[in-house]
């Protein structure tokens, strides 16, 4: 079993950046994605990537701001958060799949980070 742990979440104002980092135990195939969940909310897709990082995938509200990417050596993901608001609030999840490509499907990821807290300021 994979074992994923998430840092660099925080407070942040509304305008201002954050960086995730989710680092895996071992190396994992196909798909790394970030989910998040508000309270009281479904968790949802924010972005996947493929192992060699060819292939990459955006909710719609996120495509322009936030940027996946992985260091394959490292067995670490990456979600830059950029021009964030107080809608991204939340917390923040890495899944890693070893099956096929996961993309935006929840049930196919097979490990799942701690979470990490996202705050954006108004």
């Known amino acids: 079993q994979v074992q994923l742990v998430e840092s660099g979440g925080g407070l942040v104002q509304t305008g201002g950046s954050l960086r995730l980092s989710c680092a895996a135990s071992?190396?994992?195939?196909?798909?790394s994605g970030w989910f998040r969940q508000a309270p009281g909310k479904e968790r949802e897709f924010v972005a996947a990537i493929s192992w060699g990082g060819f292939r990459t995938d955006y909710a719609d509200d996120v495509k322009a701001r936030f940027t996946i990417s992985r260091d394959s050596a490292k067995n670490t993901v990456y979600l830059q958060m950029n021009s964030l608001k107080p809608q991204d609030t939340a917390v923040y999840y890495c899944?890693?799949?070893?099956?096929?490509?996961?993309?935006?499907?929840?049930?196919?990821?097979?490990?799942w980070g701690q979470g990490t807290q996202v705050t954006v300021s108004s």
């Open positions: 899944a890693a799949n070893r099956g096929a490509w996961a993309g935006r499907r929840k049930s196919e990821y097979d490990a």
């Open positions: 071992a190396r994992t195939f196909s798909s």
